[in-house]
């Protein structure tokens, strides 16, 4: 092979080596809940705790989940199968994603909707937004796509998601934009 060969080759797989991203890692809601429980950064946790959001976890040990699992002959309890939380935890419940903090039973926390933190907490607790949404900081998505990831017919209760209606029992902001 010529030298001009092994560089074309050789050259791209360096760059996709460089360029691929350290996996971002979940962190759950205790540090978001510091500077998110009132004043300045707005009360999103102390809404979300009080939302079903926060107990998506705990719902898979109900009665009406056992039944959804029976019907489907699942060999696993729901609270520990894959195909429950995936949906019903942030990040799906797997070991590989989080960090030390994480909580599988807070269910559907704030990195679900905006991004995992590992990246962005460091620059975001100093209060730079804007470094904070360069490290992965989502702002918040309100088209209601990013909600259909979970709220669609893949889901065993699925019916109908309005996002303008949904949105209204889970709203949150910060106090300027109240
Ligand atoms: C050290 C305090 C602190 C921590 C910790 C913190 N935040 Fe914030 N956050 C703030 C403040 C203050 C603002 C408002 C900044 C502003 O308006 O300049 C903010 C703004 C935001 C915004 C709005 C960004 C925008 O586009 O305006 C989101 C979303 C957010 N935080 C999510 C989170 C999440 C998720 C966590 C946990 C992983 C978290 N924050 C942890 C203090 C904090
Ligand atoms: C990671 C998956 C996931 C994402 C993303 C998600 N949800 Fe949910 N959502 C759930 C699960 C699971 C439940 C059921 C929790 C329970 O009842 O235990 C739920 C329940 C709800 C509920 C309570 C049921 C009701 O209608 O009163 C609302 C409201 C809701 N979601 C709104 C939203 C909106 C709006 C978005 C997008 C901004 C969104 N969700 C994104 C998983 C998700
Ligand atoms: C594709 C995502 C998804 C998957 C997978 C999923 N769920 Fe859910 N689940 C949801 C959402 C979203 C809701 C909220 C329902 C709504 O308000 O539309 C929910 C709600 C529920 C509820 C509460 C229903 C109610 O009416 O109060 C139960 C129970 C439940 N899920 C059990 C399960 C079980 C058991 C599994 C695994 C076999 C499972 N879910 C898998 C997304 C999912
Ligand atoms: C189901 C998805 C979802 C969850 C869970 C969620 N958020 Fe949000 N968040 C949003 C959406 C969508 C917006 C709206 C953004 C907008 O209005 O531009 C938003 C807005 C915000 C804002 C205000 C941004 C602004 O510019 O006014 C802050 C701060 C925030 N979220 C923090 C949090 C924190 C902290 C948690 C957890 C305690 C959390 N969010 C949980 C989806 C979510």
Known sequence: MTLKGIVVLVFPAMLLIQ???AQEKYSGTKLCAS???GGKGGTAYTLWSA????KAFETLKSEGAKKIAKERGMQEAP???AACLECHVTGGGTASNITASFKKEEGVTCEACHGPSSGYKMVHAKGDVEKS???GL???DTSGKSCLVCHN????TYKSFNFEERWARIKHALPESK
């Not at 939302?51 to 926060?54: E, I, P």
């Not at 017919?153 to 065993?156: A, D, M, R």
């Open 79 to 81: 609270h520990e199968s």
């Open 153 to 156: 017919e893949k889901s065993p």
């Open 133 to 135: 949404k360069a490290a």
């Open 51 to 54: 939302s079903r959001h926060a």
């Open 35 to 37: 500077c998110h429980k």
């Open 19 to 21: 360029t691929a991203p």
């Open 138 to 140: 989502i702002e918040g």
